[in-house]
């Protein structure tokens, strides 16, 4: 099953924040965030593992609550570069506490900055 | 290094046609992943290869094959295409197989059925 990613679209202004979430209705082992860009591939962003950590780089970041089943992904001071559609990707967890390794993605979400 | 090729790049088939695509992973990466995407469905993932074994499969039709070579390169098949196969599919390597690594993309392989 597909997880749910909100919103399905926002639209900034340079310098704007903005928060995409990613949730999902099974227990999770990790989450994957992508972005693709218009006719282009989808470039890994980053990964974060069961354990509730947070993870960032530059002015994106990403948290993980496990217990909830969701991830946000964090946009702070948006950049032109920043436009794209983003993908979070689910990888459930089984007993034993490891994965099968089948990563789902969601809908994505179309970030839209504007100067 | 060479990131992920696909070929063909475009493709333009009958319905009821048989197709294949191929994918190509970085060197040294031994796990290949396809996935269908098409914008009223997003991403959906197809299968994935390891060492020339299927591990994991989506919910796709029989229709829908894949295979591994022993030099880690992919190929899928679609046999009786419908319209509703006209989608972009993506084939992503990783350095092991399961999902704890970072995948790369390659650009696609854009099928249209008519």
């Known amino acids: 099953q597909q997880p749910v990613q909100s919103p399905q679209a926002v639209i900034l202004r340079e310098g704007e924040d903005a928060v995409i979430n990613c949730s999902s209705s099974k227990a999770l082992y990790s989450v994957h965030w992508y972005r693709q860009k218009h006719g282009e591939a989808p470039v890994f962003l980053m990964i974060l593992l069961k354990g509730g950590e947070q993870k960032g780089h530059d002015k994106i970041s990403a948290s993980f609550n496990e217990k909830k089943q969701q991830s946000s992904l964090y946009l702070t001071a948006s950049q032109l570069s920043y436009s794209g559609t983003y993908f979070c990707?689910?990888?459930?967890?089984?007993?034993?506490?490891?994965?099968?390794?089948?990563?789902?993605f969601g809908q994505g979400t179309i970030l839209t900055v504007h100067p | 290094k060479a990131g992920v090729t696909q070929t063909p790049r475009y493709l333009i088939k009958t319905r009821g046609q048989q197709v294949t695509l191929s994918c190509s992973p970085i060197s040294g990466h031994r796990s290949v992943s396809w996935y269908q995407q098409t914008p009223g469905q997003g991403l959906q993932f197809l299968f994935e290869?390891?060492?020339?074994?299927?591990?994991n499969k989506g919910n796709f039709p029989g229709r829908f094959s894949g295979r591994q070579f022993s030099n880690s390169r992919s190929e899928m098949n679609v046999s009786t295409l419908e319209l509703g196969d006209s989608a972009l599919y993506l084939c992503a390597s990783s350095l092991t197989p399961g999902q704890t690594t970072e995948a790369f993309f390659g650009q696609g392989t854009r099928l249209t059925v008519v």
């Open positions: 990707g689910t990888e459930a967890s089984i007993a034993g506490g490891t994965s099968y390794g089948k990563l789902t």
């Open positions: 290869y390891f060492s020339e074994t299927q591990r």
